[in-house]
Nanobody, 122 residues
Framework: QVQVVESGGGLVQPGGSLRLSCAASGSIFTIYTMGWYRQAPGKQRELVAF???????NNADSVKGRFTISRDTVENAVYLQMNSLKPEDTAVYYCNADLATKSNTRLTYRYWGQGTQVTVSS
């Protein structure tokens, strides 16, 4: 069993900041990539940023220069620092982890969190 849990969402004014956190726990052998996606009402889920086990990162063009993804490999956690937030950043943010479990170390599975709401509004 693996659990992925996000926290840190909320309501913020335009131009403000929020920091999202996500932790994976359970029968984990190793985590390869962790990332953040978001889904706004009426839109498809889109990639926001991801970070590899080696620390390589990739951000969506819409958040470059404003959002920073980071990772704690010891704690199996990933963070998303969001600055200069805009109303169009309003969405449910989902964390995911691509990992191998202790019961099958040769396969990679993607686990998702339940999502955390971020609302940017004055």
């Amino acid at each position: 069993q693996v659990q992925v849990v996000e926290s840190g969402g909320g309501l913020v004014q335009p131009g403000g900041s929020l920091r999202l956190s996500c932790a994976a726990s359970g029968s984990i052998f190793t985590i390869y990539t962790m990332g953040w996606y978001r889904q706004a009402p009426g839109k498809q889920r889109e990639l926001v940023a991801f970070i590899t086990s080696g620390g390589g990162t990739n951000n969506a063009d819409s958040v470059k220069g404003r959002f920073t993804i980071s990772r704690d490999t010891v704690e199996n956690a990933v963070y998303l620092q969001m600055n200069s937030l805009k109303p169009e950043d309003t969405a449910v943010y989902y964390c995911n982890a691509d990992l191998a479990t202790k019961s099958n170390t040769r396969l990679t599975y993607r686990y998702w969190g339940q999502g955390t709401q971020v609302t940017v509004s004055s």
